[in-house]
């Protein structure tokens, strides 16, 4: 292990801009004092964005969950039902997902997730009809969705190559890819805990030929399932490693396992200690990725503000609904104002991004700020009770 002068060395060398290898992140990510990690980390924060280091971003966008049948079974997912669970399998018609479409727009939301289950019918020719749809009604909605997984099955179903099934979904409207399913990207805590999943090097393939067809993304990272401090490195290591070579990683995002209903039942979880020291070192040791987000989704609203200072430069988003996280006990909510408090209570100035991370409104004075309460996180969840309840919702959905 590296002594504590040599950590401080790593860390002035990181905070200056110079590149550390996997064996300093993982001496500092395990042995560093945390206000000196985090210090690092926002120095080099503010020099990446200098001259807006004094602004954290936020999206307002939709999650749509279109089935959560899903072949893969992943023990750490309390979203999916088995094929043959007719009674809990569900999948949305496309009216209601451009019902959805429709209310985000109301809303002032700009993007949409598409997310869910690897249903065993679903292949390239499902999700083609589908952006095509969304694009026609709604060409200002940004469709950043799916991830490597999804590519994988899909053209799997349809039988094409994987290239093949990206150019055809990016055709049919796709702009970038979510990035979900990255979970651990090293073999053995996948193996362990997504076992039906594509490898993490074939993720990473698919990725990498999403980037040279000009279809960029943001890349995650899940928590918390009992995976080592060397093997939380090692992914941030493979994911530094692709974006080397193609820069098409806009932001990485870190989030913690929600331990309800599923089947590794919560025995292990990532601290929060442990998720701000990862929001660190990813801005240290990803020194060719853009965006740090904090999530305070999984983490809490006190640990996304915290997250600012240790590196993270966007807070993620007004989740208009989301189901995915929820169902595994996930239980923060916000609303646009909150979110913008949050924000400036951290000492940071916010301001609504669009996917691409571009300032869409800045909101420097909190005179202007907006009042309307409608822009709730979570509004329409079916995860949870009452999740479905905002007056708002229904006129929108009579119409
Ligand atoms: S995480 Fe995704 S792929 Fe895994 S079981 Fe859940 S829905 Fe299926």
Known sequence: MTSPTDLAAVLDRA???????????LDVYRSAPLHALGAAA??????????????????????INYTNVCVTACKFCAFYAAPKDTAKGWSRGLDDILRRCAETVELGGTQIMFQGGHHPDYGVEYYEEHFAAIKREFPQLVIHSLGASEIDHMARVSGVSAEEAIRRIHAAGLDSFAGAGAELLPERPRKAIAPLKESGERWLEIMETAHRLGVESTTTMLMGTGETNAERI?????????QDRTGGFRAFIPYTYQ?????????????????LRMIAIARLFLDNVAHIQGSWLTTGKEVGQLSLHYGADDLGSVMLEENVVSSA???????????????RAAGRVPAQRATTYEHLVVHDDPANDPVDDHV???LSSTAIEGGTAHPE????DAR
């Not at 331990?259 to 998720?275: D, I, M, S």
């Not at 919702?393 to 929108?396: A, E």
């Open 376 to 378: 709730v996180s979570h």
């Open 42 to 63: 926002d120095a080099v924060r503010r020099r990446r964005f200098a001259g807006t280091e004094h602004i954290a971003t936020y999206i307002i966008e939709r999650n």
């Open 329 to 343: 006990g996930a239980k923060h909510r916000s609303n646009r104002m909150e979110l913008i408090h949050l924000i």
């Open 393 to 396: 919702l229904k006129l929108l």
């Open 259 to 275: 331990p309800e209903n599923n089947h590794l039942k919560g025995q292990t979880q990532a601290t929060l200690f442990e998720y």
């Open 234 to 242: 090692e992914h941030l290591r493979m994911i530094r490693d692709v």
């Open 15 to 25: 905070a200056a801009g110079g590149r550390i290898t996997p064996e300093e992140a």
